[in-house]
């Protein structure tokens, strides 16, 4: 059974789209995050979501919004698609802040 | 500014010697330490977790030491195999945030 799984695996799009990418945890976890991987592997936090509470990254533009219809789903939202949002985006989920995370296999996201 | 830096970009060790991997930090107190790993195309798996309070945890061959004063982790992998390869990222948890390090490629030589 997947713990954390991301749809779609491969998102491809021109600039100026809107586009979602969806989360869904099985493992009863009250927390869930979304993280940005770029060209160098470097990996960002964007938001925290916990207990309905969301905490965001105030390094992301406000293009980007989390959506969550119940606790075990979290869905990246982004609207009006740029060149530099091409990157991997990866969604986890832990027990609670703080805890261990359990990552997604990501989603590749190219905007051309 | 806060930065986490972890030692060198890629680590080349041969096999069955301990790789030692080195995290540092600046401008953060954090609560928890944590070390992940991530295979290419993958999401980052969870290894091991130190708190502040803490000095060393061991899981098997691995083993995390955690120095709050001198604002440093060192993660160690003996007697290590070829499976081994992968990056290494260290993070750190503060104000219910995990803040990653920008990772150490690792490849253990047969």
């Known amino acids: 059974d997947t713990a954390v799984s991301q749809t779609p695996k491969y998102l491809v799009t021109q600039m100026g789209n809107d586009k979602s990418i969806k989360c869904e945890q099985n493992l009863g976890h009250d927390t869930m995050y979304w993280y940005k991987q770029d060209s160098k592997k470097f990996l960002k936090i964007m938001f925290s979501y916990n207990n309905k509470e969301l905490i965001i990254n105030e390094t992301v533009p406000n293009r980007f919004s989390p959506k969550s219809p119940d606790k075990a789903h979290l869905n990246l939202h982004i609207n009006s698609l740029e060149l530099g949002d091409s990157a991997v985006y990866f969604c986890?989920?832990?027990?609670?802040?703080?805890?261990?995370?359990?990552f997604g296999p990501g989603t590749r996201l190219t905007v051309t | 500014s806060q930065k986490i830096e972890q030692n060198s970009e890629a680590l080349n060790i041969q096999e069955g010697k301990t790789a030692t991997l080195t995290c540092n930090y600046t401008n953060y107190s954090p609560a928890y330490l944590q070390w992940y790993r991530q295979d290419p195309g993958r999401g980052p798996v969870f290894l091991l977790l130190?708190?502040?309070?803490?000095k060393e945890k061991r899981k098997e061959r691995l083993k995390v030491t955690f120095d709050t004063t001198l604002k440093q982790s060192l993660f160690h992998i003996t007697a290590s195999q070829p499976a081994d390869s992968a990056t290494y990222l260290c993070a750190l948890s503060e104000a219910n945030n995990l803040f990653f390090g920008t990772g150490t490629r690792l490849t253990v030589i047969p």
């Open positions: 130190i708190r502040e309070n803490e």
């Open positions: 986890a989920s832990s027990q609670r802040l703080r805890d261990e995370q359990y």
